[in-house]
């Protein structure tokens, strides 16, 4: 089986309704417009192909000269189902080019995807297959108040998700106190994890962490910009809450070695397609980390993190985003709060968007 075509179709993006902020000094949904999309698709001279999808400022531009300088040159006539040989040649021309890791990995996605429809599987069980379901939590956007939190906390009980994680405000003092209110208003038992978005120095990090430290939360995630592997082992040896580290940090799987051999991710790392290469760099990241005896927790939702939390041994949870003050349960976690692996063939473009005729049969279907 040798690559014949690889090519590149504009989507729009509609906006996110409502808009929602992140933490201070964050843009929400709305302040940069309209997100660009793009499939790209590939194809074989024995009618196997696969596409993937990917949606940033400039997506379109930035994935049709990846095709016309990259891509095409690289891959034509190569065989896809040598994946981890194309994974690598990645790396090779990222010496020279520095490609962004949320598109470093968009080939491999593809590749992935035409594998699984020439098998006649889902993805996750080509990459092993580890479970059939997951528990989600409820991954909270920033909103305006304490006890606006603290209502979007008990809808989200009520809807069956078993943990929440708050994206709160960025202040060290209001979010201490936010997350000893929310340890207050759900009990003892519940999961409840932090997200910092970077929005800290060290000093302010070890303060907050030790207020999660005393509300025992499951895990303190990226508090601080992942650059400084030392600030972060400080932070580590200066509070008990265990550390989620290396979710935005270049280097994929070999930057988040460096974590975790520092005694900076002692809960465990983040793991990807968008941020750490592609499934092939988010397997290699939690194989990494299983060898380390810690979690390689699968970030953001979709159908890559659906593909992922169902091969992955080490993971938790399925991370199901509340963007609005009113709760909606995600339509791929059930009422008890369970994702179910997908079902069909390859991987499958996000559901919901105005697809071009040529691509719109590797949709999911809603």
């Not at 473009?349 to 809603?366: I, N």
Request: net charge negative.
């Amino acid at each position: 089986m040798k690559i014949t075509h690889i090519e590149t179709y504009p989507v729009r993006v509609p906006p996110v309704e409502p808009p929602f902020r992140w933490r201070a000094g964050l843009p929400g949904s709305a302040e940069y417009g309209p997100a660009e999309g793009v499939v790209l698709r590939i194809g074989t001279d024995e009618g196997a192909e696969g596409a993937a999808f990917f949606s940033r400022m400039s997506a379109v531009a930035m994935v049709e000269s990846l095709v016309e300088h990259v891509y095409r040159p690289e891959y034509l006539g190569k065989d896809p189902l040598m994946r981890e040989w194309h994974y690598d040649r990645m790396w090779e021309l990222d010496r020279l080019h520095e490609f962004p890791l949320p598109v470093f990995g968009l080939f491999d996605v593809a590749l992935w995807d035409l594998a699984g429809r020439a098998a006649g599987l889902p993805a996750y069980k080509l990459m092993g297959g580890m479970r059939e379901s997951l528990p989600a939590y409820a991954s909270t956007v920033t909103f305006g108040t304490t006890e606006e939190f603290l209502d979007v906390a008990s809808q989200c009980i009520e809807l069956g998700y078993p943990a929440i994680k708050l994206h709160a405000w960025g202040d060290a003092k209001r979010d201490a106190a936010l997350c000893l209110a929310l340890r207050e208003h759900v009990g003892d038992e519940m999961d409840l994890m932090y997200d910092g978005s970077a929005g800290f120095d060290l000093p302010d990090a070890i303060y907050l962490g030790r207020a999660l430290s005393d509300a025992n939360y499951r895990w303190y995630e990226e508090p601080m910009r992942e650059f400084s592997v030392s600030a972060y082992r400080e932070l580590a040896r200066a509070v008990d809450v265990p550390l989620l580290s290396a979710e935005t940090s270049d280097g994929a799987y070999m930057n988040s070695a460096d974590f975790i051999a520092a005694g900076a991710a002692t809960f465990g790392v983040r793991t990807s397609a968008g941020l750490r290469g592609g499934m092939t760099g988010a397997m290699r990241t939690a194989h990494l980390a299983d060898a380390f005896r810690i979690r390689a927790e699968v970030h953001g939702g979709g159908i890559h993190a659906e593909h992922l939390c169902m091969a992955i041994s080490n993971t938790t949870y399925y991370e199901s985003l509340v963007h609005c003050s009113t709760v909606t349960r995600e339509a791929v976690v059930d009422e008890n709060g369970l994702l179910h692996a997908p079902t069909e063939p390859g991987i499958a473009l996000p559901p919901g968007l105005d697809y071009p005729e040529a691509v719109r049969h590797f949709a999911r279907v809603a």
